[in-house]
């Protein structure tokens, strides 16, 4: 039995700011933009982070963060609601006597 996404989101869903990491750490910080802020516009979660030296670490573990937040969670319990009304509305429409076929042994 094979099951159907849902949701699915990826990092092109959601908009993806760089900046200046600042403070205490080198020239690193201070020079590149390796500071990443992920905001995902539906939901309104977001997750930031300027630990990591490279922006693609950053990166992930920013989009990490707007995943695991709560917002993120209440607006895929939300989203996982409306998905099963589909169905059930779906499935009701199927279940109609002319859309079904009884045959009498």
Aim: hydrophobic letters at 30%; a positive charge; charged letters at 35%.
């Amino acid at each position: 039995m094979s099951r159907e996404r849902v949701l699915h989101i990826t990092i092109h869903d959601c908009d993806v700011q760089t900046f200046r990491s600042g403070g205490s750490g080198g020239q690193n910080q201070n020079k590149r933009d390796t500071g990443v802020r992920v905001i995902h516009k539906p939901s309104g979660a977001r997750g930031e982070s300027r630990e990591e030296r490279s922006q693609l670490q950053n990166k992930k573990v920013a989009f990490r963060r707007m995943a695991e937040s709560k917002e993120m969670k209440i607006w895929i319990r939300k989203e996982h609601a409306e998905a099963i009304v589909k169905i059930d509305h779906w499935l009701d429409e199927q279940m109609r006597p002319e859309n079904l076929l009884v045959e009498y042994l």
